[in-house]
C-alpha cells in the first residue's frame, strides 16, 4: 500500500496536538518518525488514557507487525504492545493495518485523498473516547451542518409551499439520527462490543453505558424545557426556529433517557442503549461526510450527500395531518383570490347497501381543486379537501431544480431565482 503523507494535513480539524509532560516527570521516548506514523506537523506521542488525563498514561511507541509473509496482518490481541489495551481508543497508526477500514472505503468509494486514519477517527464516537482530538465530534459538527444545509436547500426549492412543521419533519426523514442510523447499517458498519485500544479501527466503538458530550447540533436547551413537557406555552414554530434543534425538536436528552432507560429491546440490550446507538451511528455517517469534506472538498461531499442520502426515498405525502381541512381550503381560496370552493357530488354506488362509496369534488368556479371517495358524504368530502390542499403544498417545478450551492460550481449557469411561496395557510 502507497505510504500517505499526513505531514500535509492543515484542517485545524485534523490537528492533534500532544499535552506537555510534567515536570517532575521524564520525557517519554517518541515513535518512530515515519509517513505511518506521523500526525500533522511532526511525530506526536497520544497523551490520553480513558479519564483523558495526558500526565497519567503515555502510549508506549508502536511496532511493526509482520508474521513472516509478504503482507502485514492485523495484529491479534496478545501481541499487542503494552499499554494499547488501555487506551480509550485506537491509536492511528494502527488503521493502516485494518482490513475492515480499507473494505469501507472501498465500499463508499471514497478517493485517495481520505486518509484511513481520519476514517478510523470517524468511527469513534465522544462516548467512546472523551478526547476531542481523537473522537469524530468536530468531524460529525461540519458534516451535521453540511447534511442539513443540502437537505434543506433541496427541499425549500423542490417543494416550496411546505409548512414548516412539514419541513422539519421531511428534514428529519432524510437526516434524522434513525435515518442516518439505516445509512450506517446499510454501509456495513459493525460497532465493537466495547471500546478500546485493541479494538479493530475499523469497528463503530460507543459506550453502551453513557451518551458522548459531543457538540454535533445547534440549539439551546430553554431554562423552561421542563414546562414544556408538560404544556406547549412559548413554543410556536417560529420560536422554535430560533432555540430548538434542526428538527425543530426541544434539546432535552435528559428526559428522553429517563423515560427510555428501562424498556426492553431486542438489539441493542433496551430503548435507552437503543437510542445511543442509533445517535452513534448518525454521528458516525456526518462525520464520515465531515472527513470527505475536510478532504476532498465541497463537490465530493455533495455528490455523497446527494448519492446516500437524499436518493433515499420519502413519501412526503403521508407527513401531513389535518385538522379541519375544508376550514383551511376556504382560506387558501380566499387568500389565492380564488372563488369560494364547493363540493359536488360526481358519482356513488350502493347508497342503499352496507357499503356504500360516493366519490365527491372540491370545485373553485370551473377549476376542479381535489376529488376524493369514502363511504360518507362528510368523509368524502373531507377527503376531497385533503386532496386538494396535499396538490396544493406538494407542488414542485421539477426533478431536477437547481438549487443555490449550484452556482458554487465551476462553468455554473446563470442563476435563476427560486419560487418560495408565502408560506402556510393556518398554523398547525
Request: hydrophobic share 40%.
Given at each position: 500500500?502507497?505510504?500517505?503523507r ?7 480539524l ?6 506537555p ?6 520525557r517519554?521516548?517518541l515513535?518512530p ?7 500533522s506537523?511532526?511525530t ?20 511493526d ?11 491479534p ?12 481508543s485506537p ?9 475492515k477500514?480499507?473494505?469501507?472505503k ?8 481520505v ?13 467512546a ?33 411546505l409548512p ?17 442510523h439505516?445509512?450506517a447499517?446499510?454501509w ?7 471500546p ?9 466503538q460507543?459506550?453502551?453505558?453513557k ?5 454535533v ?23 422554535s426556529?430560533?432555540?430548538?434543534d434542526?428538527?425543530g ?6 428526559d428522553q433517557?429517563?423515560k ?29 461526510v ?7 472538498g ?5 455528490a455523497?450527500v446527494?448519492?446516500?442520502i437524499?436518493?433515499?426515498t ?5 407527513l401531513?395531518s ?22 359536488r ?19 373553485s ?10 363511504a ?10 385533503m ?10 417545478p421539477?426533478?431536477n431544480?437547481s ?18 411561496d408565502m ?6
Amino acid at each position: 500500500m502507497k505510504r500517505l503523507r499526513l505531514d500535509r494535513w492543515t484542517s485545524p480539524l485534523l490537528a492533534a496536538r500532544p499535552a506537555p509532560c510534567p515536570a517532575s516527570r521524564p520525557r517519554a521516548a517518541l515513535r518512530p518518525t515515519t509517513a505511518a506514523s506521523a500526525f500533522s506537523r511532526g511525530t506526536a506521542v497520544r497523551y490520553q488514557s480513558t479519564d483523558t488525563t495526558p500526565e497519567e498514561h503515555i502510549a508506549a511507541p508502536q511496532e511493526d507487525y509482520d508474521d513472516g509473509t509478504d503482507h502485514v496482518r492485523f495484529p491479534p490481541l496478545e501481541k499487542l504492545p503494552p499499554g494499547a489495551a488501555s487506551l480509550p481508543s485506537p491509536p492511528p497508526e494502527r488503521a493502516l493495518r485494518s482490513a475492515k477500514l480499507a473494505a469501507l472505503k472501498a465500499r463508499l468509494a471514497l478517493p485517495d485523498r481520505v486518509p484511513l486514519q481520519t476514517l478510523a477517527r470517524a468511527l469513534v464516537d465522544a462516548s467512546a473516547d472523551q478526547n476531542r482530538l481523537f473522537n469524530n465530534s468536530s468531524l460529525a459538527f461540519v458534516g451535521q451542518t453540511f447534511i442539513n444545509y443540502h437537505v434543506s436547500e433541496w427541499l425549500l426549492c423542490r417543494y416550496p409551499r411546505l409548512p414548516m412543521k412539514i419541513l422539519y419533519a421531511a428534514m428529519k426523514g432524510y437526516a434524522g439520527p434513525i435515518s442516518l442510523h439505516h445509512v450506517a447499517r446499510s454501509w456495513g458498519i459493525e460497532h465493537a462490543a466495547a471500546p478500546g485500544g485493541e479494538v479493530d479501527p475499523g469497528l463503530l466503538q460507543f459506550s453502551m453505558h453513557k451518551p458522548g458530550d459531543a457538540f454535533v447540533a445547534l440549539g439551546y436547551r430553554r431554562s423552561e424545557a421542563d414546562h414544556l413537557k408538560h404544556n406547549k406555552w412559548r413554543h410556536s414554530l417560529s420560536n422554535s426556529v430560533v432555540f430548538d434543534d434542526d428538527f425543530g425538536d426541544l434539546i432535552d436528552t435528559q428526559d428522553q433517557a429517563d423515560k427510555m432507560r428501562a424498556r426492553p429491546d431486542t438489539e441493542y440490550g433496551n430503548e435507552y442503549t437503543r437510542m445511543l446507538a442509533e445517535n452513534a451511528y448518525a454521528t458516525c455517517v456526518r462525520a464520515v461526510v465531515g472527513t470527505l469534506y475536510a478532504h476532498a472538498g465541497r463537490e465530493p461531499a455533495k455528490a455523497f450527500v446527494k448519492a446516500h442520502i437524499l436518493a433515499r426515498t420519502l413519501e412526503i405525502e403521508r407527513l401531513f395531518s389535518f385538522k379541519h381541512p375544508t376550514r383551511e381550503l376556504s382560506m387558501l381560496c380566499a387568500r389565492e383570490d380564488f372563488e369560494a370552493p364547493v363540493a359536488r357530488l360526481l358519482s356513488e354506488t350502493g347508497r342503499l347497501s352496507r357499503t356504500p362509496v360516493y366519490n365527491v369534488g372540491i370545485f373553485s368556479g370551473g377549476d376542479k381543486l381535489g376529488e376524493g371517495a369514502a363511504a360518507s358524504l362528510d368523509h368524502a368530502r373531507a377527503k376531497a379537501a385533503m386532496n386538494a390542499l396535499m396538490s396544493w403544498y406538494l407542488y414542485s417545478p421539477g426533478e431536477n431544480v437547481s438549487v443555490p450551492s449550484d452556482m458554487l460550481e465551476d462553468g455554473a449557469k446563470p442563476w435563476t431565482p427560486a419560487y418560495i411561496d408565502m408560506g402556510e395557510v393556518v398554523g398547525r
